[in-house]
């Protein structure tokens, strides 16, 4: 995902990387924030790239909450052509603090039903919401800090311009 610091750090050279060498960008997936996505669909509208979508489900309730469309296709010989030339939209839902605290927790549970012997880490649990809670406000200053891409802009806003963001 464009805009997700899970895949790891970014650096403006990783932008000019991505906006430079991938016919593609990601811009609704099914776990990722309304923002982080907005995000990235206004970088590859102002790029004119093709979008994709995805659910990026880790847990089976969240399988198919996000996807690509072709319409037209009839097969996937003719949905990728359509992906080339930039014919497809993506449809489906952006991810969201219950979703994917419910999909941690179902993994954790299906983690022990699987192996009993998992059970004392299930205690855990409990700090599940706290951890995913966390984590979405780690990804939307992520966003914040580098949605200026989506403009067009060169580089990343310093911390007096994000301090007037927030004061605006």
Same mark, same amino acid.
Request: charged share 25%; with cysteine; proline share 4%.
């Given at each position: 995902m464009f805009f997700s610091s899970l895949t790891g750090r970014r650096r403006a050279?990783?932008?000019? =990387?991505? %906006? +430079? *060498?991938?016919?593609? =960008? %990601?811009? =609704?997936? $099914?776990?990722? =924030?309304? +923002?982080a996505n907005d995000a990235a669909t206004a970088i590859a509208s102002r790029l004119g790239? *093709? #979008?994709? $979508? $995805? *659910?990026?489900?880790?847990?089976? *309730?969240? #399988?198919?909450?996000?996807?690509? %469309?072709?319409? $037209?296709?009839r097969d996937r010989h003719e949905f990728f052509a359509r992906l080339r030339a930039g014919h497809v939209r993506t449809s489906g839902t952006s991810g969201n603090f219950f979703r994917l605290t419910r999909d941690v927790l179902s993994i954790g549970g299906n983690m022990v039903r699987e192996n009993p012997l998992t059970a004392p880490v299930a205690v855990l649990g409990v700090l599940v919401p706290v951890i995913t809670l966390v984590n979405y406000w780690l990804e939307a200053e992520f966003v914040r800090r580098w949605k200026h891409r989506a403009a067009g802009l060169e580089i990343p806003l310093t911390d007096a311009e994000i301090a007037e963001e927030i004061a605006a």
């Open positions: 050279a990783d932008f000019d =990387l991505f %906006e +430079r *060498s991938f016919p593609a =960008l %990601e811009t =609704l997936n $099914g776990c990722m =924030l309304k +923002r790239k *093709s #979008v994709i $979508g $995805g *659910s990026d489900a880790h847990a089976i *309730s969240t #399988v198919g909450k996000a996807w690509t %469309e072709a319409p $037209g296709a």
